[in-house]
């Protein structure tokens, strides 16, 4: 069992940036998937950014440029760190891992990009 908290949503003004964290427990950390998922109003949850226990990354389209992943396996620590930020990156900011068949989300965190 994995548990994961996000950190560090809020309300920006577009252009502006934000930083997400999101700290898992258990000691094999190292071994997960990680991603950052989103889930706007009306609208089906979409992946964001992905993160490999290898290190590999990837991202949508949407945010390619713009927003990037990383994590430190030594303080079990995902981040997203998001900047030029545009209204339509408004969402709920769920962490994710995976392993083999086992998956787990956190509770979100809001962001909120406006003037």
């Known amino acids: 069992q994995v548990q994961l908290v996000e950190s560090g949503g809020g309300l920006v003004q577009p252009g502006g940036s934000l930083k997400l964290s999101c700290a898992a427990s258990g000691n094999i950390f190292r071994f997960y998937n990680m991603g950052w998922y989103r889930q706007a109003p009306g609208k089906p949850r979409e992946l964001v950014a992905a993160i490999a226990n290898t290190g590999g990354t990837n991202y949508a389209a949407s945010v390619k440029g713009r927003f990037t992943i990383s994590r430190d396996n030594a303080k079990n620590m995902v981040s997203l760190q998001m900047n030029s930020l545009k209204p339509e990156d408004t969402a709920v900011y769920y962490c994710?891992?995976?392993?083999?068949?086992?998956?787990?989300w956190g509770q979100g965190t809001q962001v909120t990009v406006s003037s």
């Open positions: 994710n891992a995976r392993l083999s068949t086992m998956q787990y």
